[in-house]
Nanobody, 122 residues
Framework: QAQVTESGGGLVQPGGSLRLSCAAS????????MAWYRQAPGKSSRELVA????????TYADSVKGRFTISMDNAKDTVYLQMNNLIPDDTGVYYC???????????????WGPGTQVTVSS
C-alpha cells in the first residue's frame, strides 16, 4: 500500500532548528515531486510549505522562505525539511505527500500519514 511516514518533529525554542524526514513507500512508480504541508492549531486545512522535484527545483511558502530548506533523496524516495530560525507561528503538525505533479501541489496521491508535531515555544 502506498504510504508516507514522517519523523523528526519536537519541541524547540524560538530561533532553534529541526530537521524533518519523510519516506514514501509502496507506490511502485517513480516519484518526481514531493512536498511538505502543515496544519496549524485550530485550523482545519493543511497549507503547502515547500515542494521539491527529483531534478532539484524547489518552491516555498512566503512565510518560510530563507528559513526552511527542502531536499530530496531520489534513491530513497525520501524528502527532508531543514527548518532554521523557527518562530511560534511555525507550530503545527507537518505532513508530507507525493503531489500529483509540480503544477498540482495541492492534490496528494498518497493517504495522509499521522504527521509529525512541531512546537515552537519558550
Amino acid at each position: 500500500q502506498a504510504q508516507v511516514t514522517e519523523s523528526g518533529g519536537g519541541l524547540v525554542q524560538p530561533g532553534g532548528s529541526l530537521r524533518l524526514s519523510c519516506a514514501a513507500s509502496g507506490g511502485g512508480s517513480t516519484i518526481y515531486v514531493m512536498a511538505w504541508y502543515r496544519q496549524a492549531p485550530g485550523k482545519s486545512s493543511r497549507e503547502l510549505v515547500a515542494s521539491v522535484t527529483s531534478g532539484g527545483s524547489t518552491t516555498y511558502a512566503d512565510s518560510v522562505k530563507g528559513r526552511f530548506t527542502i531536499s530530496m533523496d531520489n534513491a530513497k524516495d525520501t524528502v527532508y525539511l531543514q527548518m532554521n530560525n523557527l518562530i511560534p507561528d511555525d507550530t503545527g503538525v507537518y505532513y508530507c505527500n507525493v503531489p500529483r505533479s509540480r503544477e498540482q501541489l495541492t492534490i496528494p496521491t498518497r493517504n495522509w500519514g499521522p504527521g509529525t508535531q512541531v512546537t515552537v515555544s519558550s
